[in-house]
């Protein structure tokens, strides 16, 4: 009776100690940053590393840090995309004005990786605000130099801008979408984002699919 | 035997807690979620004998360290998975399921170096090397960059650029079409298959995709392979309707009521007089008869401006072009960034009229033709007129140039198709009409893959 009195404490005491050590080893992330604000500072829109965070609670992490998390993400493939999508989704929606403002420089600074700038364009785009509303158009309203040679570079400023004006058209009201980017058409001289520009319009006022839709179904026919 | 009950009841109690603790939680990331193992990375070294040394050394978690992106962009290769398309017999210009394997075959080497700074990379007989415009792109332009220097090991070279951004540039950059699966096509396929098919990549990294495949297929092939499609639009003896062909069939649309011109825009067609422009709604009949003032396309860049003789808008290179000319004879091209006019030039000649195609030339621009039937080709990039050969048959009231066939609309009111040197009737159709364009439709892409 007494060995087995013993038995029994032992597992239990190796059962909490087990548990214990699982649950600091999930928390300890996000109580590393809660309590240490200046190295968060330290890492501000820092470049791609393998820091770890934890995303159960938007607030506790800075926005820097959780988006450059985020950025790290895009050259990681994905068990579950979704879970991804809900990640963007919580930073998006927990951004304040200035974070907007701030995501605009990360996105015009050319200097800048480009998954960054990609993630930048998403995150404002997700953000459905008027604060970021007005940084996208000013994005896309941004022409290139005429002394820039096209080049790969180049081409991902068009796809970035292709990606804001996608999310210009993402807007919750469809007549301010509509608006604003009739108003950017007529700013913009490159044929390819007034072709984007014209699809997405047309797709507001119901006379055409997505745009995303279009594209789609035209590169499913040269993959099938 | 009471207290190792409650023993187990604690232990069970805490457990639950513990997994109650999790469930609240987002999916956290592991510490080890952006790093490789080292095993991974030496298999990748040894399979695409990567110079490690010249990337920065070898780099297990910092991404920042060119060795890293390498090998994030190794494992995309790898692990990356398509769904099955409708059609399993169609394998493509490379096995979706092969990338890994493919790229490892037409790869004997990858080193980092910047001997070739307007390069993003280059393949030396298999040996690639990465410059510094690789470093700084997108892992998707990255992984699309290797997929692209892959195929040139199999032979596949650039030829000169014929349209697109890179007309007239010194290096050969474009391939002919899609069809001759040169480097610019296994690059759109891997991206055309991610947007499409892919299974496991970042939700980002798919639109970069496939907004990259779309951006690209304008841009690196002589023949574009995503057109943006097109319709034929014919205004009726009477005025009163406008004959829509598009896809092998007629619609029918309602005009407004105006006098003037039927004129090609960028979101459809209007009827403009000189001094203002009236919409006609492309893709459905409103039932009212109001004209209603076209606000969405270029012709209300016009806005105070009175009497202008003609107005067109036309693309020359990836630029969109709108230009005016006076009555006053004047020409002035609208500069978008500056959102104003240009200042007017004045023509050496009267001009009649101006049309975006001419007859026997199914490339489009922006012709003026002068009173006495001289036509000239107007370059906006020096903005210049180059005189045509050949005068202008003024029994031709429109010509257009659809699906790369010049369509006639002669003054008997009937449309022709220009066959060689004569023309047809086109369509048979019996129709007369009194105007002639042709109109974008924003619904759906033109496949090319000719």
Known sequence: MKKSYWIFVFVLVAGIFFVEYDLTK???????????????????????????????????????????????????????????EQRMKILAES??????????????????NGDKRAMAVEILSRNQSNESLKQLENFIRKNESPAEKWSREREFESVLKAQAVEGIAAFPQKDVAISSLTALDQKIEESFLKDRIKRSVASLKNQAPLPEKQDNDALEKLVE | MSQAMIAVFLFFSTMVFASSQQSLQMPYKDSEFTCLSASEADKYTRDFGVDVRSFGGKELCDAQVDTKKLFNDIKIVEGGQFAEGQNNLIKGFVNKSQYYDWLKEQ??????????????AYNSGGYFTMQDGWAKLSTLGRVGTFIHEARHTEGYRHISCRQGPYQGVSLAGCDSNYNYGGSHAVEMEYYARVSVQGINFHPVYKKMARLMAIARSNFVFNTAVLQPREAVMALSENRTQAHVYD????????????????????????????????????????????????????????????????????????????????????????????????????????????????????????????????????????????????????????????????????????????????????????????????????????????
């Open chain 2, 247 to 450: 896809q092998g069939q007629w619609f029918i649309r309602e005009v407004p009521a105006v006098e003037g011109r039927l004129k090609r825009t960028s979101f459809g067609a209007v009827i403009f007089n000189g001094l203002a422009a009236f919409a006609i709604e492309l893709y459905q009949n409103s039932g009212f008869p109001d004209a209603i003032e076209d606000t969405y396309s270029y012709y209300k860049l016009m806005g105070e401006t009175q009497n202008i003789k003609d107005f067109e808008e036309f693309d020359s290179g990836v630029k969109r072009h709108v230009v005016k000319i006076g009555n006053n004879n004047k020409l002035a091209e609208f500069d978008f960034p500056q959102g104003s006019w240009g200042s007017e030039k004045s023509l050496p000649f009267s001009v009649a009229k101006l049309s975006t195609a001419v007859p026997g030339n199914v490339k489009a621009g922006l012709f003026l033709v002068s009173t006495e039937g001289k036509i000239f080709n107007y370059v906006p990039e020096s903005q210049q007129l180059v005189s045509q050969p050949g005068q202008w048959d003024f029994s031709n009231q429109e010509v257009v140039t659809f699906k790369n066939q010049n369509l006639i609309l002669r003054n008997d009111g009937k449309i022709y198709v220009q066959s060689g040197e004569s023309l047809q009737p086109w369509l048979q159709t019996e129709n007369l009409y009194s105007g002639l364009v042709v109109v974008p439709v924003y619904d759906a892409f033109e496949v090319v893959k000719e």
């Open chain 1, 26 to 84: 999930r928390t300890s992330r996000s109580a590393f940053v809660k309590k240490n604000p200046a190295r968060l500072i330290h890492t501000k829109l820092a470049p791609a590393t393998s820091t770890e965070t934890s995303y159960q609670d938007p607030t506790r992490a800075g926005f820097d840090f959780r988006f450059q998390e985020l950025t790290n993400e895009i050259s990681q493939l994905q068990d579950d995309p979704e879970k991804v």
């Open chain 2, 107 to 120: 790869t004997r080497g990858i080193e980092r170096g910047n001997d070739i700074p307007w390069a993003t």
């Open chain 1, 95 to 112: 951004m304040t004005d200035d974070d907007v403002r701030q995501l605009s420089e990360v996105l015009t600074n050319k200097k800048n």
